[in-house]
T-cell receptor, first 116, second 111 residues
Framework: DAGVTQSPTHLIKTRGQQVTLRCSPKSGHDTVSWYQQALGQGPQFIFQYYEEEERQRGNFPDRFSGHQFPNYSSELNVNALLLGDSALYLC???????????????FGNGTRLTVT | GQQLNQSPQSMFIQEGEDVSMNCTSSSIFNTWLWYKQDPGEGPVLLIALYKAGELTSNGRLTAQFGITRKDSFLNISASIPSDVGIYFCAGIKAAGNKLTFGGGTRVLVKP
């Protein structure tokens, strides 16, 4: 049973560039969430996708956008990268957006993004 | 910023000791979760709590959902070296599975 997989594992970009991170959810899961984890801190919610639509969004600027595909996989795009965007980006999947929190999130191992 | 306050921020353990950590909030959460994160990996779910007052165990781990719904604690009994890592509490306020995380408790081995 494949868990949540993310690619790439590491990425180095320059300020002003754009980046796309990818996520495949755990088998059977249909909801994907993205989190940003700065060094030494807990993850911060970016947004959540269900049925190919953004359903919830955290306090992140429009430079952060996403997409969910019919096979439930997802992409996170960040435009006009800033040094402060350097972080571990975690993807998490769960089952049934409408389930009232009883489908705990399963996390991937993340993509480590470094902006220079 | 984070709305959940975890304490302690870090702690040293000796094999065989019991360990306690807690998480508090100024607002109510309807679900509490405890995750462990090892270096280079994503958080792994340890325990999920869905009802105020609920006490749940998973092996040597025990967690409780506070009656006020504003706090939770995690106990680890008879700690072993592989218990080292960062433990995060997380809360969910409403349907939709959006998690709010605490800042983490770093568990280290006593030198």
């Amino acid at each position: 049973d494949a868990g949540v997989t993310q690619s790439p594992t590491h990425l180095i970009k320059t300020r002003g560039q754009q980046v796309t991170l990818r996520c495949s959810p755990k088998s059977g899961h249909d909801t994907v969430s993205w989190y940003q984890q700065a060094l030494g801190q807990g993850p911060q919610f970016i947004f959540q996708y269900y049925e190919e639509e953004e359903r919830q969004r955290g306090n992140f600027p429009d430079r952060f956008s996403g997409h969910q595909f019919p096979n439930y996989s997802s992409e996170l795009n960040v435009n006009a990268l800033l040094l402060g965007d350097s972080a571990l980006y975690l993807c998490a999947s769960s089952l049934a957006f409408r389930d009232r929190g009883r489908s705990p999130l399963h996390f991937g191992n993340g993509t480590r993004l470094t902006v220079t | 910023g984070q709305q959940l306050n975890q304490s302690p921020q870090s702690m040293f353990i000796q094999e065989g000791e019991d360990v306690s950590m807690n998480c508090t909030s100024s607002s109510i959460f309807n679900t509490w979760l405890w995750y462990k994160q090892d270096p280079g990996e994503g958080p792994v779910l340890l325990i999920a709590l869905y009802k105020a007052g609920e006490l749940t165990s998973n092996g040597r781990l025990t967690a409780q959902f506070g009656i006020t719904r504003k706090d939770s604690f995690l106990n680890i009994s008879a700690s072993i070296p592989s218990d080292v890592g960062i433990y995060f509490c997380a809360g969910i306020k409403a349907a939709g599975n959006k998690l709010t995380f605490g800042g983490g408790t770093r568990v280290l081995v006593k030198p």
